[in-house]
C-alpha cells in the first residue's frame, strides 16, 4: 500500500465506529511485508574466510520493487543481501561503508523524492519495512544475521566488498554479481569462437614484442580503409580478469544498441543526465567491432571516458593477449558526417597515464611496461581520427597486466620492455 | 479517490530544467564567438609565494591552492563557478632517481588541462580557444621529475569548499613518496576561524579526568542539544576527543567540508544549542550527485581527558530528495533514526584512517522504532541511546591499529 493510499485510509477512519477505528489504524502503521523470496537467491554466491561465511545477492529492478513496494531501481537504490554467519568465537561487525561509501539509510530508502504533504513534519517518515529488512551489524559468535543494505545502484555487474570487522582482525571478501535487467555487450560474445580452426599462439616475450609493434597503429572504419583513434593499450588478462579488474576500477559495462538503450541515450543527451551504460559506436579491428566496450561517465553523457579491447589470438604466459584503445570524450560537437560526435581529448597519451593510475590505485594492476607501435605525432603536427578531431601522441603503447585478485599498489612491478616515455618527453 | 495532479511537482520540474537549457542552448549559439582569451600570469607568483613545503628524504613538494577570484585571473576563465579547483604542485627532485607523480593521488578523478580549455570555450574566438588550450597544457604538472630536477605545474581538481585536503605521490625505482597536505584556500572563511576557542571557557571551568573518571563525567547526565529557551532537543550521539588541528585534519581526511559562518542568518527559534551556544564548526559530507548526506555539529565542552579536548558532535542526516536541487525546490527532512548519523560516522572515519581509539557507553533506555519521541521543533526521532566516544588522529591510523577501550559493547539489534 502506498502512503498516499495510507493517508487516505486515514482520513475515512475518522467517520467510523471506535473499534472500527481501532483496527484500522493498526492497519494504516506500516506493518512489515513479507520478505518475498524471488529468484534473486538463486543467484547468491558464497564465500567463506576466517570462520566467516557471507552469501550475498542481488535482486533486479522488478524484484527490489515487488520485495519494497517501491521502484528502488527508479530511485537509484539497489539493496543487496547478505547473509553473514559467525562461526568464530568472537563477536564481529559488518561495515557498509566498505559496501557502498554512500550507502542509504533505511528510512532514507523508504521516503526518497517525498512528496509536499510529506514534507511537513506532521508525517511520519518511520517505516519499519524497511528498518526491519535491513541487515543488523553485529554478529554475535555463533549467530547468523541476514537482510539489506541499500546501495546506489549499479546495472549490469554488481560489483562490491563485504569487510567484516572483528576484535582484532578485518576479513574482507569481494563479490561480482551479475544483475538480470541490461543487455551488455560482452554476453554475446562467443570467446571461444572468435578464432574458430586456430590455435591460440602462444609467443615468448621479444615474439610479443615484436608482433604488437608491428600491428596496425589505429582503429579503423568498417571496410577497413581509414585509420582512426590510436591502439595505444595492450591488456593481459583473462576475461575475468579484465572484467574484475575494470568493475572494481569503476568502469561500467556497456550495453548493446537496441531500442530500449537508444531511448535511454536520448534522454540523457537531451536532459544531460548520465546514462552510465550507454551504447558506444563500432571502431573495427581485425574486420570487426570492438569485443567490449567499458566507460566511465563524470558529470554527464557528454564528459566520460571510453575504452574499447579486442581479444587476438596470441597468448603470453598462458594468458590472453588485448588490443585496446582509450579516449577521454570532453564534450560533444557537430559534425557533417555523423551529426553529433565525442569530442575527445587529443592528448592521448594522458588519458593512457590516467588508465594506468585508475587501475593501480584501485588495486587491479600487476605490472605494466611500454611498447612502441602507435607511431609518434607532435602537438603541432598532430593526426585525426575518423570523425576528424586531432590528436597527438609520443607514439607508445602500454602493456597492462590485470588481476582479478586486490594488488598494493606498491606491489605493481614495472617490465623494462621499452624505456618509459615519461623519461623522454620532458618539457 | 482523487487522483493524481495532471503534472506533478517533480515533472514540471523536469519539464522546467528542459526549457531552461533549450533556451540556453539558443542564447548561447547565437552569442557572437569574439571575446578575446586574457589572463593574469603576474598572479600566479603571489599562488606560488604563499605556498606550504613538506619534505621527505631527497624529495620537496610545494604546493598552493588559487582561490576563486585568483583563479580566475590566472586561467581567463571562471573554472570555480564549473566546480574545478586548480592546485598549483612543484616537485624538487634532489634524488639521483627519476621520479613518476600520480595525478590520480591528487584526485582520483582529475580534468585533464585540454578538458579544462574545453568546458569554457563558448563565446571565444577560434584563435582564442586555440591559445587557451595551449596555456592550458603548458600551465599543466607534468607527471616526470628527472634526478637533480624540478617541475611545477596545475592540476585541475574538483573543487571543495574550505581547506583543501589532498596527496601527493611520488613513485621511483627504488623508493615511494606520499605527502599528506592541508591546505587554506584564500577567499573562503570556515565558520570556526569566527570562534575564540581560548574565551569559550575560564580555566576554572576546565574539568580534566582520566579514563575512567572520563567515562563517570560522560554518563552523568544526558547529552541533548537544547533550543534557545532549554527546550530539549535531539540526542548528541558522538564525543570526539582530539585537540582542534587534528580534529580538523582528521574530518578533512574523512571527506567532510568546512562550512561558511551563517550563525548570523540562524532561525534562533529552530537552531540547536549546546552550552548556551550555536555550534563552533560545522561540516559537510555529500555524495558524488551532489545530495547532501551528512551534517556534523561541533561543540567544544569545558571537558578534558589526559589534557585532550573533548567535543560533542551531533550529525543530522538529511534525506528526501535525491539531488541538491530538489532538496532546495521541496526541503529535506532529518532522518528519524538519529543512530545512524552516527553508525555513518564512526565507519566514515575510521576508513578514512583518521580513527585512533573508540569506546561505547550506553547512555540511556532506547526510543524504540514504534514509539519515535519528538524534539522542540517537532522533529520525530528513534534511538538505541549509545554514546560514540571517538578519538581522532590526524596522522593516519591503519585500520588494524584503531584500539578499543573497554566500556560497553558496541550497540546492536537483536
Partial sequence: ?427 | MRSEPAINPLRRFDLTRQFLQLAAAFVLLSACATQPFQYDSALSSAVKGRAITETTGEVTVSTSVPGEEETTSIFGVPMYERGIQPVWIEVVNNSDDFLRLALSSIDREYFSPIEVAYLHRKGFSKSARAEMERRFYDSAMPRSIPAGESRSGYVFTHANPGTKSFNVDLYSNANDYSFAFFVTVPGFIPDHQAVSFKDLYSEEEFRNYDLTGFRTALSEQQWFTKSKSGQPGLPVSVVIVANGLDTLKALLRAGWYEQPDTRDLVDAQTAHYMFGRLPDASFRTRRDDKSERNELYVWQTPLRVNGEVVWMGRIVHFIGQRNQIRQVLFGARIDPNVDEGRNYFMQNIWYSQSLEQLAWLEMSDPVPIDEPARDFNDTEYFTDGYLAVAWLSGEPVSLIETTRVDWDSQPHRK
Fill in chain 1, 1 to 427: 500500500m502506498n502512503m498516499r493510499i495510507q493517508t487516505i485510509v486515514c482520513f475515512a477512519v475518522h467517520g467510523l465506529a471506535a473499534s472500527i477505528i481501532s483496527m484500522l489504524i493498526t492497519a494504516c502503521a506500516s506493518t512489515p511485508a513479507p520478505i518475498y523470496q524471488g529468484t534473486y537467491l538463486d543467484r547468491a554466491q558464497t564465500q567463506e574466510d576466517g570462520g566467516i561465511r557471507v552469501t550475498a545477492a542481488v535482486p533486479d529492478a522488478e524484484e527490489s520493487k515487488r520485495i519494497f513496494g517501491k521502484p528502488l531501481y527508479k530511485l537509484g537504490i539497489q539493496p543487496v543481501w547478505l547473509k553473514i554467519e559467525n562461526r568464530s568465537d568472537e563477536p564481529v561487525s559488518f561495515l557498509p561503508v566498505g559496501l557502498d561509501p554512500a550507502y542509504f539509510s533505511a528510512t532514507e530508502a523508504a521516503s526518497l523524492d517525498m512528496n509536499s504533504r510529506r514534507l511537513q513534519q506532521g508525517v511520519s517518515l518511520v517505516n519499519e519495512r524497511f528498518f526491519e529488512a535491513e541487515l543488523p551489524l553485529y554478529v554475535s559468535p555463533g549467530e547468523v544475521q541476514s537482510g539489506f543494505i541499500y546501495s546506489a545502484l549499479d546495472e549490469g555487474t554488481k560489483s562490491f566488498n563485504v569487510d567484516i570487522l572483528g576484535d582484532q582482525s578485518i576479513v574482507s571478501f569481494t563479490f561480482f554479481i551479475p544483475v538480470p535487467g541490461l543487455r551488455v555487450d560482452h554476453y554475446t560474445v562467443d570467446w571461444n569462437n572468435l578464432y574458430p580452426g586456430q590455435e591460440p599462439n602462444d609467443l615468448s616475450r621479444d615474439e610479443l614484442i615484436h608482433i604488437i609493434e608491428a600491428a596496425i597503429c589505429c582503429v579503423t572504419d568498417k571496410k577497413g580503409e581509414n585509420l582512426g583513434d590510436p591502439l595505444n593499450l595492450v591488456i593481459i588478462g583473462g576475461v575475468h580478469e579484465l572484467y574484475n579488474a575494470f568493475i572494481r576500477a569503476g568502469w561500467d559495462e556497456t550495453e548493446t544498441i537496441n531500442r530500449s538503450s537508444l531511448w535511454k541515450t536520448f534522454k540523457s543527451f537531451v536532459g544531460g543526465g548520465e546514462y552510465r551504460y550507454s551504447p558506444v559506436s563500432a571502431l573495427y579491428v581485425f574486420d570487426r567491432p570492438q569485443d567490449v566496450a567499458f566507460q566511465k561517465a563524470r558529470s554527464n553523457i557528454h564528459e566520460r571516458n571510453h575504452l574499447r579491447l579486442w581479444l587476438t589470438n596470441m597468448r603470453y604466459q598462458d594468458e590472453p593477449v588485448w588490443f585496446g584503445q582509450i579516449s577521454r570524450d570532453i564534450g560533444v560537437r557537430f559534425t557533417r558526417k555523423t551529426i553529433t560526435t565525442h569530442k575527445i581529448d587529443p592528448n592521448v597519451d594522458e588519458t593512457r597515464e590516467y588508465l594506468l593510475e585508475n587501475l593501480a590505485y584501485s588495486q587491479a594492476l600487476e605490472k605494466f611496461a611500454y611498447v612502441y607501435g602507435v607511431g609518434e605525432a607532435p602537438i603541432d603536427q598532430p593526426r585525426g581520427n575518423l570523425t576528424g578531431d586531432p590528436y597527438f601522441t609520443d607514439g607508445y603503447r602500454i602493456v597492462l597486466w590485470v588481476s582479478a585478485t586486490p594488488v598494493d599498489i606498491a606491489d605493481v612491478d614495472v617490465e623494462m620492455w621499452r624505456p618509459s616515455p615519461l623519461r623522454l618527453s620532458i618539457p
